[in-house]
């Protein structure tokens, strides 16, 4: 059964960058997609953007100025990094694993990273 | 960027009944490629339907999709008490690769 992680520090400052790390168990992470996914309190979903095993990223036109992805296949992890964050980066963040013709079929448990001075 | 809107923003209904949950996007779903997904409060999104119609790894076929171009649905057949919750629906066949639904809350009236 493959099981997703989030880790990462929960607050962090504006204008300062957010970091996190998902470790993938019960399966190995290549040769498939892995995406983030974030949820402020009370709303829907934002798919934040993707990275599949070989590096090649995909991001949402709407961060992708602040959004770095990168993948590390000997540790079965993949990180995120969103730079310059202010209050409406506040949110559940989620990573999932992604199936390109079947939606994200594994997720993490979320985490929660309030930005906040 | 194909944008989906879900109605009813809230469904109010009893275990046993029958829920009917619409998604329509902007423009064409690529190929079907529609997903819907059940979310309750404290938890991940579990994915129920891919490919508009299929259902995912262990999920009761009291669940089924439909639909196809930009009208989807979500049946769920007869009402459990561990169904209400948050349904959203998802296109991931278009740029930028996916985007969601905002979401229909189904209650118990």
């Known amino acids: 059964q493959v099981q997703l992680q989030e880790s990462g520090p929960g607050l962090v400052k504006p204008s300062e960058t957010l970091s996190l790390t998902c470790t993938v168990s019960?399966?190995?992470?290549?040769?498939?997609?892995w995406s983030w996914i974030r949820q402020p309190a009370g709303k829907g979903l934002e798919w934040i953007g993707r990275?599949?095993?070989?590096?090649?990223?995909n991001y949402n036109p709407s961060l992708k100025s602040r959004v770095t992805m990168s993948v590390d296949t000997s540790k079965n992890q993949f990180s995120l990094k969103l730079s310059s964050v202010t209050a409406a980066d506040t949110a559940v963040y989620y990573c999932?694993?992604?199936?390109?013709?079947?939606?994200?079929?594994?997720w993490g448990q979320g985490t929660l990273v309030t930005v906040s001075s | 960027e194909i944008v989906l809107t879900q109605s009813p923003g809230t469904l109010s209904l009893s275990p046993g009944e029958r829920a009917t949950l619409s998604c329509r996007a902007s423009?064409?779903?690529?190929?079907?490629?529609l997903a819907w997904y059940q979310q309750k409060p404290g938890q991940a999104p579990r994915l129920l339907i891919y490919?508009?119609?299929s259902r995912a790894t262990g999920i009761p076929d009291r669940f089924s999709g439909s639909g196809s171009g930009t009208d989807f649905t979500l049946t769920i057949s007869r009402l459990e008490p561990e169904d209400f919750a948050v349904y959203y629906c998802?296109?991931?066949?278009?740029?930028?690769?996916?985007?969601f639904g905002p979401g229909t809350k189904v209650d118990i009236k």
């Open positions: 019960g399966g190995s992470i290549s040769s498939y997609y």
């Open positions: 423009q064409s779903v690529s190929s079907s490629y």
């Open positions: 990275i599949y095993t070989s590096g090649s990223t």
């Open positions: 998802q296109q991931y066949g278009s740029s930028p690769p996916t985007t």
């Open positions: 999932a694993r992604e199936i390109p013709v079947a939606g994200c079929d594994y």
């Open positions: 490919g508009a119609s």
